[in-house]
């Protein structure tokens, strides 16, 4: 069996104000605006050696990016791929669709996620990676203001699972080459509307 490997690195990160400046920390952050720190899982490899992992896709493992938001105003969190598929380092011809890769949100912070403080739409089923942003997170009913305490998330990665919005079909089922597949995920940070 010929193993695939795919790459998916967390640190191209863009943040938009509408006028506001960021902070170079947020633990805590001193008068803080809109602040995003990637703590760890800035690159999240999945590694397709065996069948199982072919048919039930890959669930977790570990695959996690631990993020904190500090903001002085509420905020949003959309995600997206810089790219519209993944390509083969070893020859480019070979591509796999991106909604293969789902995301979970878990909250770990303070601030609730059940609608309250921050609406969370990666809470119980995993949000499929698009070209296009996908709204991970939004303000709730309240406020999602605060520092990183409030607002520290695990996000937790998965691929050829076929949950949520993911692609539906098994990753042995879709004929793809073994190569090593790489691209960026881009977190948006914004205030929220």
Not at 33 to 55: A, E, H, P, R
Not at 73 to 101: C, E, H, R, S
Not at 158 to 172: A, C, H, K, S, V
Request: charged letters at 15%; glycine letters at 8%; proline letters at 4%.
């Amino acid at each position: 069996m010929r193993i695939m490997k795919i790459n998916i690195l967390a640190a191209m990160l863009i943040l938009l104000f509408s006028g506001h400046r960021a902070q170079a920390q947020d633990i805590p952050p001193p008068n803080p605006d809109l602040v995003i720190n990637i703590l760890s899982g800035q690159s999240i490899v999945f590694t397709f050696d065996t069948m199982d992992k072919y048919k039930d896709g890959i669930l977790g493992g570990g695959q996690s990016t631990f993020i904190r938001i500090g903001s002085i105003y509420n905020w949003k969190l959309d995600f997206k791929a810089d790219q519209i598929m993944f390509y083969g380092t070893g020859n480019p011809a070979n591509t796999i669709d991106l909604d293969n890769v789902g995301v979970i949100v878990v909250s770990t912070g303070t601030n609730l996620d059940d609608g309250s403080n921050t609406t969370n739409n990666a809470k119980f089923l995993p949000l499929a990676l698009s070209s296009m942003d996908v709204n991970l997170m939004t303000v709730g009913s309240g406020t999602n203001k605060g520092y990183a305490i409030r607002n520290s998330f695990t996000l937790n990665w998965e691929m050829g699972t076929r949950r949520g919005n993911m692609n539906p079909q098994r990753m042995l089922d879709q004929n793809l080459a073994a190569d090593t597949y790489t691209l960026n995920v881009v977190l948006t940070l914004s205030v929220a509307p």
